[in-house]
């Protein structure tokens, strides 16, 4: 006589599945183990390595920071030589921090002051190009560009860079800049050209303290 057929209970086929499930881990991690660990090890690295970055970035910048602060105080000595001493050696060493692309702001400046108009602009341009902080300070680079061309007497290029700070960013340097462009516009006689400068103060700052002058240099325009 057969006997009767021992009915399986659901907890025997838990039991069953995770032996199961058990020893198929086992094999994959017989398998992928070894991979599995290199690429736990690339990310714990790769962590490791931005946890590391972040903390020389925060400790060059504390550091171009005071030797800003210092050549900062040498420029405003007017210790033009000095200055572009310090403040060259900031941007070599940290010209990727703020504070090292500030410093590159200034000694364009320093450059300016001791002539060397070249210098001044290929700083200014480098400035531009690596800065994305507030506009006044892209404003005052792009009006340093123009001041160079200026003092070398190029003036109707100085008025165009001067009128490229206004209309390329958003500072309270803009009726100064359109004040600029229409005495360099004059100079370069342009006078069309020079009115129509002056008239943005006019018409877009009328509260700025360059409108009196605007008015003044449109009258002898007219004149």
Request: some cysteine.
């Amino acid at each position: 006589m057969l006997k009767p057929r021992k009915q399986i209970t659901k907890k025997q086929l838990k039991e069953d599945s995770l032996v199961t499930f058990y020893f198929k881990a086992q094999e994959w991690l017989e398998v992928h183990g070894k991979t599995l660990m290199i690429a736990a090890a690339a990310v714990l690295l790769a962590i490791a390595g931005f946890a590391y970055y972040l903390y020389a970035q925060t400790q060059a910048e504390k550091t171009a920071s005071v030797d800003l602060a210092r050549a900062t105080r040498t420029l405003e000595t007017q210790d033009y030589q000095n200055a572009i001493s310090q403040l060259s050696g900031i941007v070599d060493s940290y010209g990727r921090t703020t504070s090292g692309k500030i410093a590159r702001l200034h000694l364009a400046q320093a450059f300016y002051q001791t002539k060397e108009y070249a210098n001044a602009r290929s700083s200014y341009k480098k400035f531009i190009s690596s800065f994305n902080g507030d506009d006044y300070f892209l404003a005052a680079a792009q009006g340093g560009m123009a001041a160079c061309l200026e003092a070398e007497k190029k003036y109707n290029e100085a008025a165009e860079t001067y009128l490229k700070a206004v209309d390329a960013y958003s500072s309270v340097l803009d009726p100064s800049m359109l004040l600029n462009a229409g005495r360099c516009f004059n100079e370069a006689g342009n006078k069309e050209k020079a009115k129509k400068a002056l008239n943005r103060i006019i018409e877009e700052h009328p509260k700025a303290a360059e409108k009196d002058d605007a008015l003044l240099l449109i009258g002898l325009l007219n004149g």
